[in-house]
């Protein structure tokens, strides 16, 4: 055993982390794969340490394939929650009628509880834009406990493609906007300049027709404020 001890904190061991959903949809979570240290979490009894898609590396007497342990303050592990093998995890929808909202990740092969079944690990897992975060540990039923993990693992591809296509059109709409504003000013001092120096408009090539312009958009402007005016007043 204490050959596996110095193995464990030696080796991070890295599982498969490849799955099919059941509408056929391929998921990749490796990236939410901790090397050291591991995920934690701590309440008034335990702390929680998790790692998805590989080993922790806070284990229990040197368990290579353990992904969840329980630990108390002043007795050490109490025990393995969940293991990679030998029956595999199982991944699906939190909500099958929201797949964007995130995934459900179960590891069974835990060790016995009561001696009677198998502890069980449910990982929730939500879709987040931010970075990843252990947020809460619960057992909700004697035995099986559940993690909420937020991490921008747990969306799907589009989602993110989504979120950079709207951020880049709201970036470029900006940038836009800008550039208006600031030609707007620009023809706008020099038609200042311009009615106090007139000599300044044959000095700037089409200075003219900028302050033109101006002008006419000004009285559009003006034309169409004072018609919703009086719409509004109408009504």
Known sequence: MLVFYLLSLAYSLEFDCEFTLPDGKEVDLSGLYMEIPDYSYNTDKYTYYLNICGNVSKTCEGDLFAIATQFKPGRGCVAVLGRDIPTSPTLNYLDS????????????NGDTCNNEHER?????LYCSKGKT???????????????????????????????????????????????????????????????????????????????????????????????????????
């Open 97 to 108: 009628s929201k797949p964007n909202a995130g995934f459900v990740l179960e590891y069974g």
């Open 120 to 124: 069980k690990v449910v990982i929730n």
């Open 133 to 235: 975060e252990l947020r809460e540990v619960d057992e909700p039923h004697k035995c099986r406990y559940e993690f909420e993990v937020y991490s921008k693992e747990a969306c799907l591809e589009e989602v993110l493609e989504e979120g950079v296509k709207g951020s880049s059109i709201w970036k470029v709409a900006l940038v836009c906007i800008a550039l208006v504003l600031v030609f707007f000013y620009i023809v706008h001092k020099c038609k200042e300049k311009a009615e106090t120096d007139p000599s300044l408009v044959s000095k700037i090539p089409c200075a003219d027709g900028l302050i033109g312009c101006m002008d006419d958009l000004f009285a559009r402007a003006r034309f169409l404020m004072t018609s919703n005016k009086s719409g509004m007043q109408a009504i």
